[in-house]
Nanobody
Framework: QVRLVESGGGLVQPGGSLRLSCAASGSIFSINGMGWYRQVPGKQRELVAAITSGGLTNYQDSVRGRFTISRDNARNTVYLQMNSLKPEDTAVYYC??????????????WGQGTQVTVSS
């Protein structure tokens, strides 16, 4: 089994920054994809950003240029640096680990979720 532990969420004012972290432990063998999704009540979970083991990245259009995803393969950890935050970024953010994380239906491992609230 794989266990994912997230940290870094919280309350921030518009224009502020937060950094999310997600560390994986357990039976991790050649997991290629790492990513972040977010979800608001009444809506489907949506991909925010993803990164491959080789460092290739993919971003949702609404966050490109403001968010940066990175990973530390030695620590099995993925990060999401979020800058210039907007109220519409408010959501529960989930990290995702798996061979393919660009579709929520194919993600085998999820973090517990961390709340990000952007409000003045």
């Amino acid at each position: 089994q794989v266990r994912l532990v997230e940290s870094g969420g919280g309350l921030v004012q518009p224009g502020g920054s937060l950094r999310l972290s997600c560390a994986a432990s357990g039976s991790i063998f050649s997991i290629n994809g790492m990513g972040w999704y977010r979800q608001v009540p009444g809506k489907q979970r949506e991909l925010v950003a993803a990164i491959t083991s080789g460092g290739l990245t993919n971003y949702q259009d609404s966050v490109r240029g403001r968010f940066t995803i990175s990973r530390d393969n030695a620590r099995n950890t993925v990060y999401l640096q979020m800058n210039s935050l907007k109220p519409e970024d408010t959501a529960v953010y989930y990290c995702a680990f798996g061979a393919y994380v660009l579709s929520a239906s194919t993600v085998p491992y999820w973090g517990q979720g961390t709340q990000v609230t952007v409000s003045s």
